[in-house]
Nanobody, 123 residues
Framework: QVQLVESGGGLVQAGGSLRLSCAASGRTLRSYAVGWFRQAPGKEREFVSTISWSGDSTYSADSVKGRFTISRNNAKNTVYLQMNSLKPEDTAVYYC????????????????WGQGTQVTVSS
């Protein structure tokens, strides 16, 4: 069982940056692919970015490519999401999730979820 806790959310102006962290406890995160997802009010949860267990492979949604970077530090049992050039449409609750095996972009493919952290981008 893996417990995930997100942090780093907050209020930022458009064009600003935030770095989200996803810290794991219970088991090492080393064996899991990790994804970041987000959910805006009234919308379905959507894929943002994912990283393989080794960190060698990453993949991001077109809407965030070139602005968001996912990375991980397995020694610290933590995955990060660096978000630059933030836009008001990035406003959402951001969740990290973990799965065994290959990374993926589908919500239902992930087994463990954090409680989420709010990101609000003002115009």
């Amino acid at each position: 069982q893996v417990q995930l806790v997100e942090s780093g959310g907050g209020l930022v102006q458009a064009g600003g940056s935030l770095r989200l962290s996803c810290a794991a406890s219970g088991r090492t995160l080393r064996s899991y692919a990790v994804g970041w997802f987000r959910q805006a009010p009234g919308k379905e949860r959507e894929f943002v970015s994912t990283i393989s267990w080794s960190g060698d492979s990453t993949y991001s949604a077109d809407s965030v490519k070139g602005r968001f970077t996912i990375s991980r530090n397995n020694a610290k049992n933590t995955v990060y999401l660096q978000m630059n050039s933030l836009k008001p449409e990035d406003t959402a609750v951001y969740y990290c999730a973990a799965k065994e095996g290959r990374w993926g972009t589908i919500v239902s493919g992930y087994d463990y979820w954090g409680q989420g952290t709010q990101v609000t981008v003002s115009s």
